[in-house]
């Protein structure tokens, strides 16, 4: 069976902190895994990552993929309050299947 | 990226009644999903919509209870039907496949259902 596990579920950070979120997975036929965050109601596409190795940037949030290990990391850096949300990580397996996702991370910044 | 639309955004409902809740996709996209999320949930894939047939639901969902319908490649709908309290949750639409949207799965703003 498909499954993507995040760690840690929950963490509490102080404005300006930089905070490393882990995604691993198990998935037969990998196609991408996929970063979202999560405010309100809709999930928000931030990265999709096919190869290893590769870092994908915007601002102060990064993500690489290690498709020998099995895992992704998100980096945000510098903090702010407005990143507060549950951040999923998700597995697209090949052909027309959807997303498997895991639990999502929940972070709080504090000011 | 394609844009979906789903409506209501939200709603507050009787027990034993039900709700019909509409996705509509911008462009045309090969895969239409529904989801639900419980509060303090992940996400949890209902069924696939599947144009001119019968939706496939996973586990623990059934069709006389969800309802789908998908006449067409931008459009579908999902009922909630003999609504108890635990079907509050909020209802989330999610595509991908078409010229506007590539590999990535995206949302709808989501329907925020509660059952009293």
């Known amino acids: 069976e498909d499954k993507v596990v995040q760690s840690p579920l929950s963490l509490v950070v102080h404005e300006g902190d930089t905070v490393t979120l882990n995604c691993s997975y198990e998935?037969?036929?990998?196609?991408?895994l996929l970063w979202y965050k999560q405010e309100k109601k809709a999930p928000t596409f931030l990265f999709m990552l096919?190869?290893?190795?590769i870092e994908k940037k915007s601002g102060r949030l990064s993500s690489i993929l290690d498709k020998k290990e099995l895992f992704s990391i998100l980096n945000i850096t510098a903090t702010q309050t407005g990143d507060s949300a549950v951040y999923l990580c998700?597995?697209?397996?090949?052909?027309?299947?959807?997303?498997?996702f895991g639990k999502g991370t929940r972070l709080s910044v504090i000011a | 990226s394609a844009v979906i639309s789903q409506k209501p955004s939200r709603d507050i409902c009787q027990r034993g009644t039900s709700l019909t809740i509409q996705c509509q996709v911008d462009?045309?996209?090969?895969?239409m999903f529904w989801y639900r999320q419980q509060p303090g949930q992940s996400l949890t894939l209902i069924a696939t919509?599947?144009?001119?047939?019968?939706?496939?639901?996973e586990s623990g969902f059934v069709i006389d209870k969800f309802p789908i319908s998908r006449p067409n490649l931008t459009f579908s709908t999902l009922t909630v039907s003999n609504m108890s309290p635990e079907d509050s949750s909020i209802y989330l639409c999610?595509?991908?496949?078409?010229?506007?949207?590539?590999?990535?799965?995206?949302f709808g703003p989501g329907t925020r259902l509660t059952v009293l």
């Open positions: 919509a599947n144009q001119g047939s019968e939706a496939t639901y």
């Open positions: 999610s595509a991908y496949g078409g010229e506007r949207s590539y590999n990535e799965q995206f």
């Open positions: 096919t190869s290893s190795g």
């Open positions: 998935v037969t036929n990998f196609r991408s």
């Open positions: 462009s045309q996209v090969t895969m």
């Open positions: 998700a597995v697209s397996p090949r052909g027309n299947t959807p997303l498997v």
